[in-house]
């Protein structure tokens, strides 16, 4: 491998209002609004403050008619104030409300899953945004796929792959270039896979659409960060991806600076644009190199097993080609690095992003952050983390929780504190924390239970994909969760 030459993932640009993703840009970062997007004040507001901590590109969700007519008043606000802020409508169910936002965005973001080919909307819709000059984006989302793909295709990566193809091929047959396309998933194998799946579609292809990264519903703190910078790190680190988003279920100003933080580890990091191991992710196939079944940390014992340390500049390349240079193919590989940085949370982002990928890839069985500075039972946590986000080793309560918008029902933060306090002794299962019953029930995707917004005050649980608690008052939510977890069988004292 030739570690000297750096090449990203060739795009053609695209433009959304002021900000042009793609053309061997920078990759951009962005963010979205949890406001009401019928709350011109607060809205603008929150877009204000994301733009100033460096997101140029800002996302609203618009359910309705009314949402969408709204968003001409915010950007009218928000050039009065002078920002020029790339303000994105989010449409997810009804395509009439997505001719409404375009009058007004620079660029439309639409879940394919909504759309049927043959009504004629996708075809109106782009012809409205070429004659406004609007981007759009082609936002696939694992667990919201249409009925006639999951039929087909099943939830999976390759569904997400095929759904995403058939607008693609539409754009093209159109003659529209504008056209910016993602495929996120809270699970970081799902979303990794179906990327580079996408990637390798659109090259056979001869299609050069610029790339939106996401890990959905990652979560918040330190665990939300790890999640995304494992699954968006791993891409990165390919040379794909031409903007991110790193969602936290926290104020949306948070998601920008780890945005960056990973933007700017990647930027100058030598590689070749390669599409890796297709065949190592799909769920149904998905293989590791050993027969290591425990991933280790480094304070764990670690006889029978490699410690390979990066040394270069690109951490992920030089440990991909030590492991794959092994004269014994199956031996169990510790994978190490030594981090000198000011925060616990640089640390955790940064080592998320250069070893995740390998452990991702299968390719590694355990992993060892060296950081002076910080405890060992600091760093043990976050290696912890790695492993879960990497999805090789479940230490801890999983929380899939989205990162709100102007769909949420309640105060999500605050509910996923609570929920955390009472859950987060438990182990090795997921809880699904969501904001509306619109979007959330599909795309806490893999939770074993979920606590969803069904309206004001109120909630519906779910055990699996069923509903077990419909329409209960909120105070009560938390108990009864509980209690739906200890009726089967997963509750230990804590
Ligand atoms: S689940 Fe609902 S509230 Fe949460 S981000 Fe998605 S659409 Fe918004």
Redesign the pocket.
Known sequence: MNLSKFSRRPTCAVRIGRVVIGGGRPVAVQSMTNTDTNDTEASVAQIERIDRAGGRIVRL?AQGRREAENLGRIVDRLRADGFDTAVVADI?FLPEVAAVAAQYVDKVRINPGNYRSDRGEFEALVAQCRERGVALRIGVNHGSLARRVVDRWGDTPEGMVVSAMEFLRACRRLEFDQVVVSMKSSNTRVMVAAYRLLVEAMEREEMHYPIHLGVTEAGNGLEGRIKSAVGIGALLADGIGDTIRVSLTEAPENEIPVAQLLVDHFADRPGEFEVRHPERYSPTVYRRRSRVTVPVVHTEPLDGFRVLEALSGNPTAELRAAILNLETADEPVVVKRHYEEPTLETVAVKAAADLGPLLLDGLADGIWIDAPGYSEAEIRDVELMILQAARLRFSRTEYIA???????LYDIEGTLAAIRARTSHLKNLRIGV???I???PG?MADADYGYV?AAPGRITLYKGRTVVARNIPQEEALDRLVELIRANGHWVEP
Request: aromatic share 0%.
């Open positions: 969700t997810h989205c990162p709100s918008c102007g769909r949420t969501m904001g509306c619109v979007n959330g795309e917004g």
